[in-house]
């Protein structure tokens, strides 16, 4: 299994970015997928998750702001971020749970600076 992340930058507060996870190597639509973040100086934390069933569930800091979504199709989970703010600030990573397995991606620096 092997995930690419992207769509991160810099982007000023109250702006918006999508973050996107290509996934090769697996069937998808039987995952659960999640993001997960790691700001400056801290330990990573859950951002928000979507089962293969399409449940959703959120950190409150980014309730919402942001929406988690997939397409099986295409193999990619997103992450659409709306009202971004520097606490925001973080490089993301997606994961993928197959089986009871993590799998991870490389993550994507996302910074919110004016």
């Known amino acids: 299994v092997q995930l690419q992340a992207s769509g991160g930058g810099l982007v000023q507060p109250e702006g918006s970015l999508r973050l996107s996870c290509a996934a090769s190597?697996?069937?998808?639509?039987?995952?659960?997928m999640g993001w997960y973040r790691r700001p400056p100086g801290k330990q990573r934390e859950l951002v928000a998750t979507?089962?293969?069933?399409?449940?959703?569930d959120y950190a409150d800091s980014v309730k919402g702001r942001f929406t988690i979504s997939r397409d099986n199709t295409k193999r990619t989970m997103y992450l659409q971020m709306n009202s971004l703010k520097p606490e925001d600030t973080a490089v993301y990573y997606c994961?993928?749970?197959?089986?009871?397995?993590?799998?991870w991606g490389q993550g994507t620096q996302v910074t919110v600076s004016s």
């Open positions: 994961r993928l749970t197959r089986w009871g397995n993590n799998y």
């Open positions: 190597g697996t069937i998808f639509r039987d995952d659960d």
């Open positions: 979507i089962t293969s069933g399409r449940r959703t």
